[in-house]
Nanobody
Framework: QVQLVESGGGLVQAGGSLRLSCAAS????????IRWYRQAPGKQREWVAS???????NYADSVKGRFTISRDNAKNTVYLQMNSLKPEDTADYYC??????????WGQGTQVTVSS
């Protein structure tokens, strides 16, 4: 089992930055990967970025070059640094973890609002 707690959301103007955190209840090396997803009002949840236990990262095209996923192993925390934010980045952001290749673990989400 793993519990995930997101934080760091808020209201920011377009062009601004936020850093989201996802704190895991266990050693993140024990997880297959941690992924960030987002869900805008009235839209389906979409994948944003991933980092594997080996440190490999991947990004959705819509955020590539603006968002950076990273981790602090000592804190069992994964971050999503979001720069050059756009109004279309407004969404609830969730982290998701894979344990023994089951990606059933989700945090409660953190809200990001980007004003124009």
């Amino acid at each position: 089992q793993v519990q995930l707690v997101e934080s760091g959301g808020g209201l920011v103007q377009a062009g601004g930055s936020l850093r989201l955190s996802c704190a895991a209840s266990r050693n993140i090396f024990s997880l297959n990967a941690i992924r960030w997803y987002r869900q805008a009002p009235g839209k389906q949840r979409e994948w944003v970025a991933s980092i594997t236990s080996a440190g490999s990262t991947n990004y959705a095209d819509s955020v590539k070059g603006r968002f950076t996923i990273s981790r602090d192993n000592a804190k069992n925390t994964v971050y999503l640094q979001m720069n050059s934010l756009k109004p279309e980045d407004t969404a609830d952001y969730y982290c998701n973890a894979g344990l023994n290749w089951s990606y059933d673990y989700w945090g409660q989400g953190t809200q990001v609002t980007v004003s124009s």
